[in-house]
């Protein structure tokens, strides 16, 4: 057809293999078919039985702010004009590293020149009694989603156990509908990885302000019932009676593909700056990887693992050093952003600005003159400016006493 790209000759390519059709999989693809089309034949493997799709979107989906078909991140044309094997719907069983080949349940199996691995995460299920029964959820891909959508319909109920942003997302999404929601969490405060005290005790009460029950300190002893979910007890006594719960308590990495293979395993697939594994030409990257002793759970790793990773793979050198993480809730109806070192580490200090009222709140980390963190509830307007300036490392003295009032003060105030 016109206009579109043709991939070199075939038989002079080299067969590279991708396990996972998800974010970082297709952000590979995306970058090799910029640097290296028509070098490597890449076919992808994915067990979901959809194109990729943009995973972060589905709280936008649960919350009921965006349609699932419209979160794809590329058509099954795209994928096929640059000459890409998709093979969705399939679940890769075992590598093969000697022989380089790939088997794919169904007894197929593919060759191999080059494999990468991008299998992501799975939800953690408690391990506590109960845990089996029908009416516990995940939150994790669209068919998750679908079943949540039918739940939030009957409005019944429902414990979302986990105060992280997966669970305040979830929590949120169910709660718009109708749905009456209890939120648990295990530790003194919510997004305890992401904010500080005095932030976390103003989401808590931002959250509680969108009809959501927070308990905090809640540990759960187990899930009640015969056969179907009926209420959560948790372990100083107290029981919630609830039709569903949906699990939101952690990822593990997806690694049993590459332990069974014998590479070096640790939480995640173990790594090295060019994303190689412990085996010579197999790559892993995303969320079920494992850089300097890191897994990171957020889609902006990934990223950079992939730009990476897509160099490597195209002759060039290149290296990944690590990332600079943020997160932001997208739906939970307040809005969140931190990046950095939210807490402050020893020698640093912090700026901050408290309108517990206007539900406002804004923290700023320096150390060593440079912006090395930050945590922004209710105006994140600035954020990405904020991320920049952490990411850059540059000195911050030139814009210090304004920088706290945003981005337009600050270089009005720098060009005066
Ligand atoms: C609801 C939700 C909201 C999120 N919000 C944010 C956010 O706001 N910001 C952010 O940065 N991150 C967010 N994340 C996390 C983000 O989605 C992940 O970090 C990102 O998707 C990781 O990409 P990945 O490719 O490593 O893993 P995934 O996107 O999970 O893709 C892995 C794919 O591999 C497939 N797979 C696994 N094993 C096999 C096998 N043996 N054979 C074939 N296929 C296999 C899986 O089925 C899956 O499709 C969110 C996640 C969820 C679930």
């Known amino acids: 057809m016109a206009g579109r790209r043709r991939p070199r000759s075939r038989a002079l390519s080299e067969p590279l293999v991708i396990v996972g059709n998800g974010m970082a999989a ?45 979160i794809e991140l590329r058509s099954a044309d795209w994928f096929r004009d640059r000459g890409v094997t998709l093979k969705y719907g399939c679940r890769a069983t075992e590598i093969d590293v000697g022989r380089r080949e790939l088997k794919i349940a169904g007894d197929e199996s593919i060759e191999f020149s080059r494999l990468v691995l991008a299998t ?70 919510l997004m305890e990885r992401q904010l500080d005290a005095a932030a976390a005790d103003l989401l808590k009460t931002l959250v509680e302000r969108k009809g959501i029950k927070v308990m905090l300190n809640a540990n759960t002893a187990r899930i009640v019932g015969e056969t179907a979910v009926e209420g959560v007890e948790l372990t100083d006594g107290t029981l919630i ?92 109806g307040v809005s969140v952003f931190s990046a950095g070192d939210f807490l402050g580490a020893d020698g640093s200090e912090a700026i901050l600005l408290s309108d517990v009222k206007r539900g406002t709140y804004k923290k700023l980390v320096i150390s060593d003159g440079r912006l090395t963190g930050a945590v922004l509830i209710g105006d994140t307007a600035d954020a990405l400016w904020y991320l920049e300036m952490i990411r850059a490392r540059k000195t911050i003295a030139a814009i210090r006493k304004d920088m706290m009032f945003g981005r337009a003060l600050a270089v009005q105030a720098k060009a005066a």
């Open 26 to 70: 297709a952000r590979l693809v995306d970058e090799l078919v910029k640097t290296s089309l028509g070098r490597y034949a890449i076919a992808v493997i994915g067990e979901e039985p959809r194109l990729a799709y943009n995973r972060v979107l589905l709280s936008s989906v649960l919350a009921g702010e965006t349609a699932s078909h419209d």
């Open 120 to 189: 992501g995460s799975s939800p953690l299920r408690l391990n506590v009694p109960g845990a089996d029964l029908q009416g516990v959820h995940t939150f994790r891909d669209t068919r998750d989603v679908d079943l949540l959508l039918t739940l939030a319909a009957r409005k019944k109920p429902v414990v979302v156990v986990g105060g992280g942003l997966l669970g305040l997302e979830a929590a949120y999404g169910l709660a718009k509908t109708g749905t009456p929601v209890t939120l648990l969490h295990l530790m003194d405060r």
């Open 241 to 332: 009676h609830a039709d569903a719960v949906v699990l939101a308590a952690g990822i593990r990495p997806n690694t049993a593909l590459a332990r069974d293979a014998g590479l070096s395993v640790n939480r995640g697939v173990l790594v090295d700056d060019a994303m190689q594994t412990s085996a010579s030409d197999i790559f892993a990257l995303g969320e079920c990887a494992e850089h300097r002793g890191i897994c990171y759970g957020l889609v902006e790793p990934a990223y950079e693992q992939a730009s990476v990773l897509a160099g490597h793979l195209a002759g060039r050198s290149a290296a990944y050093k690590g990332s600079v993480v943020a997160t932001n809730l997208k739906v939970s």
